[in-house]
């Protein structure tokens, strides 16, 4: 196969001037997928907290979400994913564009601020003077992580509304190359008495390129109390990381009716991260199991597992579960809830004074100590997590591009699912494509359309409206008409970039470069999905189908129509018999036709696949 590599990394929302830049025929990873979790209330929540405010101590470690009863948010949002090795799972990313996923400012040169994460008012006007000067905030940050390094003239800045109305900028990050994208840094700021007043608030916020996701920052772990001093850095805090990792083989999906004779020796370990916030060592266990969110039935993985050694002070640690073969199959399609905890005595916040103990909810250590994700095992296969981090696409006229699946017995393809992750690329025509191999014409094309996609809705599907079957490998994915980059959702966790494939020159390549899972999903049944038409006997013979060149009509009929995927009617050239008609397909695009055949019985439709 010719390698000839037209890949390179863009990461970023392609405005018009942008683009203008690019050559065409390139496989890229775009603009990042805005992601909104919001933490869950409950009514005495709502009703003390909107009334009081915001109160000290104020902590946040954005592991249930964003909290909008303590957060003013504008354009940044929330993940579970971008950073790496953070403090606790759940964090709010900084990426230059808007909620919506759009730039700023369509600009190329335009700089200025772009996200920003407020903190709702506190009222500090009753501190007394050892609290007043002992007032400290800190915080978590990190450049990049999966995403786009900030450049040198970039920054993340941290303000404070002063008493007189003003924001104040008390620490600032610039970015550059010699920022470490592995690693989050804490920083502590004293909050001076002159800064604290009855409506105190501060604020994060990113600076830099306006016209896309070119610069992005992570915040994580906020804390503001009295009572610290500079060097309060550690917590009684241990936390779990990230989400939870679990594959049946190479997939994060797999098809039900595959599970019980194909599960035996496909699943992996559960792999997961603590971290010890404490600088002192904690003795610790851990449980992982798998429920069935159907019948809530339970699977023990771990049950109170110690950690060997005991944990160390401030010691960050991959772990993972026992080895299993197979999980008892559930009675019908099903999501599984995978759940990792741990178990290290972490509490509410408390203080003693005099003998007396105070706990503070407000502070519950105990919220990132567990972690629940979600595996699929319904009618597709995917390689993806189900949560689209990034977009890729190509930016070729008739380019294709294709992921490569696998499957261990022979099974029908009954319809395909793509996650188009940019709204603005509605309505425009693609062909859905199905191939047995690359090197030869799809098996399957069928003329279709981005659709609209309704409020909360990830994923378009496409029957594919007639029976095939596969064995072993093949490929999906679909053919693009424009030369404008069509996006496509890419799960940066799960890295299978090398099942990726795209045509741009009329040659298949190899995806190299753009790491992830794109989000194309085959779906797959045991059964023939589609009620094959069959005529009655001696009445109606339509051959060959699928057809190439020339399709036959043999029988008893009136009027012949043929119409296109679309609906449409088409005119071709046609040829008399001496058993009906011929039909010249020679020329028209590959997909799915319709004859309609006027007969003494009424109107009979006929499928035909056009290859």
């Given at each position: 196969?010719?390698?000839?590599?037209?890949?390179?990394?863009?990461?970023?929302?392609?405005?018009?001037?942008?683009?203008?830049?690019l050559?065409?025929?390139?496989?890229?990873?775009?603009?990042?997928?805005?992601?909104?979790?919001?933490?869950?209330?409950t009514?005495?929540?709502?009703?003390?907290?909107?009334?009081?405010?915001?109160?000290?101590?104020?902590?946040?470690?954005?592991?249930?979400?964003?909290?909008?009863?303590?957060?003013?948010?504008?354009?940044?949002?929330?993940?579970?994913?971008?950073?790496?090795?953070?403090?606790?799972?759940?964090m709010?990313?900084?990426?230059?564009?808007?909620?919506?996923?759009?730039?700023?400012?369509?600009?190329?040169?335009?700089?200025?601020?772009?996200?920003?994460?407020?903190?709702?008012?506190?009222?500090?006007?009753?501190?007394?003077?050892?609290?007043?000067e002992?007032?400290?905030?800190?915080?978590?940050?990190?450049?990049?992580?999966?995403?786009?390094?900030?450049?040198?003239?970039?920054?993340?800045?941290?303000?404070?509304?002063?008493?007189?109305?003003?924001?104040?900028?008390?620490?600032s990050?610039?970015?550059?190359?010699?920022?470490?994208?592995?690693?989050?840094?804490?920083?502590i700021?004293k909050i001076?008495?002159?800064?604290?007043?009855?409506?105190?608030?501060?604020?994060?916020f990113?600076?830099?390129?306006?016209?896309?996701?070119?610069?992005?920052?992570?915040?994580?772990?906020?804390?503001?109390?009295?009572?610290?001093?500079?060097?309060d850095l550690?917590?009684?805090?241990?936390?779990?990381?990230?989400?939870?990792?679990?594959?049946?083989?190479?997939?994060?999906?797999?098809?039900?009716?595959?599970?019980?004779?194909?599960?035996?020796?496909?699943?992996?370990?559960?792999?997961?991260?603590?971290?010890?916030?404490?600088?002192?060592?904690?003795?610790?266990?851990?449980?992982?199991v798998?429920?069935?969110?159907?019948?809530?039935?339970?699977?023990?993985?771990?049950?109170?597992?110690?950690?060997n050694?005991?944990?160390?002070?401030?010691?960050?640690?991959?772990?993972?579960?026992?080895e299993?073969?197979?999980?008892?199959?559930?009675?019908?399609?099903?999501?599984?809830?995978?759940?990792?905890?741990?178990?290290?005595?972490?509490?509410?916040?408390?203080?003693?004074?005099?003998?007396?103990?105070?706990?503070?909810?407000?502070?519950?250590?105990?919220?990132?100590?567990?972690?629940?994700?979600?595996?699929?095992?319904?009618?597709?296969?995917?390689?993806?997590?189900?949560?689209?981090?990034?977009?890729?696409?190509?930016?070729?006229?008739?380019?294709?591009?294709?992921?490569?699946?696998?499957?261990?017995?022979?099974?029908?393809?009954?319809?395909?699912?793509?996650?188009?992750?940019?709204?603005?690329?509605?309505?425009?025509?693609?062909?859905?494509?199905?191939?047995?191999?690359?090197?030869?014409?799809?098996?399957?094309?069928?003329?279709?359309?981005?659709?609209?996609?309704?409020?909360?809705?990830?994923?378009?599907?496409?029957?594919?409206?007639?029976?095939?079957?596969?064995?072993?490998?093949?490929?999906?994915?679909?053919?693009?008409?424009?030369?404008?980059?069509?996006?496509?959702?890419?799960?940066?966790?799960n890295?299978?970039?090398d099942?990726?494939?795209?045509?741009?020159?009329?040659?298949?390549?190899?995806?190299?470069?753009?790491?992830?899972?794109?989000?194309?999903?085959?779906?797959?049944?045991?059964?023939?999905?589609?009620?094959e038409?069959?005529?009655?006997?001696?009445?109606?013979?339509?051959?060959?189908?699928?057809?190439?060149?020339?399709?036959?009509?043999?029988g008893?009929?009136?009027?012949?129509?043929?119409?296109?995927?679309?609906?449409?009617?088409?005119?071709?050239?046609?040829?008399?018999?001496?058993?009906?008609?011929?039909?010249?397909?020679?020329?028209q695009?590959?997909?799915?036709?319709?004859?309609?055949?006027?007969?003494?019985?009424?109107?009979?439709?006929?499928?035909?696949?056009?290859?």
């Open positions: 196969m010719l390698k000839i590599h037209h890949i390179f990394r863009v990461t970023g929302l392609l405005t018009a001037f942008f683009m203008s830049t050559a065409f025929g390139q496989l890229v990873e775009l603009a990042p997928i805005q992601h909104t979790k919001i933490k869950s209330q009514y005495s929540d709502l009703n003390s907290r909107i009334f009081a405010g915001n109160t000290l101590p104020f902590w946040d470690d954005f592991s249930q979400g964003i909290d909008t009863l303590k957060w003013t948010v504008s354009g940044a949002s929330y993940t579970e994913t971008i950073g790496l090795n953070a403090p606790s799972i759940g709010i990313l900084f990426d230059g564009v808007d909620a919506n996923g759009n730039p700023y400012s369509l600009s190329q040169r335009d700089q200025g601020e772009t996200d920003h994460l407020t903190s709702k008012p506190f009222d500090l006007s009753a501190l007394n003077s050892s609290d007043r002992s007032l400290y905030l800190s915080f978590f940050w990190q450049a990049a992580g999966r995403a786009e390094l900030p450049d040198e003239s970039d920054q993340l800045t941290l303000q404070i509304l002063d008493p007189s109305g003003s924001w104040i900028t008390v620490w990050q610039l970015g550059g190359v010699g920022l470490d994208t592995d690693v989050f840094t804490q920083e700021i001076l008495p002159t800064w604290q007043h009855a409506d105190f608030q501060f604020r994060f990113a600076e830099g390129r306006q016209s896309g996701p070119f610069d992005s920052w992570i915040i994580d772990y906020i804390y503001l109390n009295d009572g610290r001093t500079s060097t550690d917590y009684k805090d241990r936390s779990l990381t990230k989400t939870n990792e679990l594959r049946i083989g190479e997939f994060g999906a797999y098809p039900f009716v595959l599970l019980e004779s194909n599960q035996n020796g496909l699943w992996s370990s559960v792999k997961n991260t603590f971290y010890n916030l404490e600088n002192r060592f904690r003795a610790m266990e851990y449980s992982i798998i429920r069935d969110s159907s019948s809530m039935n339970t699977t023990p993985i771990n049950l109170n597992t110690p950690f050694p005991v944990p160390n002070a401030l010691e960050r640690r991959d772990f993972t579960s026992r299993f073969e197979e999980i008892p199959v559930p009675e019908n399609e099903t999501t599984l809830q995978i759940i990792t905890s741990i178990t290290s005595g972490d509490e509410l916040l408390y203080e003693v004074t005099a003998g007396d103990t105070t706990f503070f909810p407000s502070v519950n250590y105990e919220l990132n100590d567990t972690v629940k994700t979600t595996l699929s095992l319904l009618d597709y296969f995917a390689y993806d997590n189900g949560s689209a981090d990034y977009a890729a696409g190509i930016n070729q006229r008739s380019g294709q591009l294709a992921v490569k699946y696998n499957t261990p017995q022979e099974v029908y393809i009954k319809g395909i699912s793509i996650n188009f992750s940019n709204p603005r690329q509605a309505n425009q025509a693609i062909d859905i494509n199905m191939w047995k191999d690359l090197d030869n014409n799809p098996i399957f094309t069928k003329e279709d359309l981005i659709a609209v996609k309704e409020v909360g809705q990830e994923f378009l599907y496409y029957s594919l409206d007639t029976n095939i079957r596969v064995d072993g490998d093949f490929y999906i994915g679909f053919t693009q008409f424009t030369n404008d980059f069509i996006h496509v959702g890419l799960d940066k966790v890295d299978t970039g099942k990726l494939y795209y045509n741009v020159v009329g040659t298949w390549v190899q995806n190299e470069e753009v790491q992830g899972s794109l989000m194309i999903r085959p779906h797959i049944s045991l059964e023939a999905p589609f009620e038409l069959v005529a009655p006997e001696g009445n109606i013979r339509i051959y060959p189908n699928p057809v190439e060149t020339l399709l036959n009509l043999e008893v009929f009136n009027e012949a129509r043929v119409f296109d995927s679309f609906g449409r009617e088409i005119f071709l050239e046609r040829q008399l018999s001496s058993k009906g008609e011929i039909i010249n397909f020679i020329g695009r590959s997909g799915i036709y319709v004859v309609n055949l006027v007969t003494e019985a009424g109107m009979q439709s006929y499928r035909i696949l056009v290859k």
